[in-house]
């Protein structure tokens, strides 16, 4: 039986062959997919994952140069004897140098998933290209639902900073929440959007204050039940099953971490079980963020149900 080396058939000019491969075709599906769709893309840089076709078996997915060194500002120094006179190749009058060290760090993939589906051509009912084509542009809109679910438990897991909501945040105590809120990112010296991904319950209850008002300037339409910002952050309302249990507010700085998905395999291949292709898919996740970015990355809690 001949094996075939399924990167020769990237390009997909391989009709006349048992197997075919699609890896380059879903990874453009799963980009383009995740930056119109994904809920959370904002957290990532430049609203997007990073998306590798034909990616090995290995558990890292890449390698980032990061540093630790903080950055010192000092003073000129105007001194007769600073990098002058006896000071002299001994001294500078810009300060003490900093010597700036950049480490390598592997950044490993930390969740995967899979696709196994049949294309009878006695049932289908569609040309068989056609039909391919179209469950890879389903698959990759079913996959952002499990990137949408896993990016926000990474954001949960990397919050730098937890604030308690009481029992339930509501009209009465979702300013005090946001005020909390407001005072960590000025606090740390945040830099950037700030973005408030918040439960429904929590999005009407910023509208419930009556604060927000047009007549204040406020960003909001009360007929449409919309608000785009409050106490300085980008208010978005998103489903309660992408909040940990009993989290109900994940606020950060925009494009503050890194998505990536390896590509391991969408193919396919004759099925010897039924006429027709079984198409089948593979693939490997995952997310990193800096540690010092991890400090402009808040969650508010709850008590109650």
């Keep these: 039986m001949i094996k ?7 390009d997909g000019e391989n009709q006349n062959q048992s197997v075919r491969s699609y890896t380059k075709e879903f990874k453009d599906f799963i980009e383009a997919v995740f930056g119109a769709r994904a809920y959370f893309r904002d957290f990532f840089v430049n609203d997007e994952i990073e998306a590798l076709d034909g ?18 500002v000092g003073e000129y120094s105007k001194d007769a004897n600073t990098g002058m006179g006896t000071g002299t190749g001994k001294s500078s009058r810009f300060g003490n140098r900093t010597e700036v060290i950049y480490k390598d760090i592997d950044v490993p ?37 499990k990137f ?6 990474f954001i949960s897991a990397n919050a730098g900073k937890s604030i308690a909501g009481g029992v339930k ?30 439960t429904p319950d929590v999005y ?47 606020a950060y700085v925009e494009h503050c971490a890194k998505a990536f998905a390896g590509i391991e395999t969408a193919r396919t291949i ?26 402009a990355v808040a969650k508010v809690t709850v008590t109650g149900a």
């Excluded at 995967?112 to 890879?136: C, I, K, P």
């Excluded at 106490?231 to 994940?250: R, S, W």
């Design 109 to 145: 993939y930390t969740w995967g998933y899979t696709f196994h589906e049949g294309l009878d051509r006695h049932t289908v009912n569609n040309d068989l290209d056609s039909a391919v084509a179209d469950r890879l542009e389903l698959q990759a809109n079913a996959k952002m639902s």
């Design 55 to 72: 990616v090995s078996n290995g558990a890292t997915a890449f390698s980032v140069k990061t540093s630790d060194i903080p950055v010192v």
């Design 270 to 295: 004759e099925s010897e079980d039924f006429d027709g292709l079984a198409l089948q898919g593979a693939g490997k996740c995952g997310e990193y963020i800096p540690k010092d970015n991890a400090k």
């Design 4 to 10: 075939y080396n399924l990167q020769m058939f990237a």
């Design 204 to 250: 009407n209850a910023i509208i419930d204050t009556g604060l927000a008002t047009t007549a204040k300037g406020a960003d909001i339409n009360i007929s449409d039940n919309v608000i785009t910002k409050f106490k300085g952050f980008a208010i978005e309302e998103i489903p309660d099953a992408l909040f940990q249990t009993k989290e109900v507010i994940y």
């Design 148 to 153: 949408d679910k896993q990016h926000g438990k």
């Design 169 to 198: 945040v509501t009209k009465d105590n979702v300013v005090d929440v946001f005020n909390e809120l407001s005072k960590h990112f000025t606090n740390i010296g945040a830099v950037g959007v700030k973005k408030a991904k918040v």
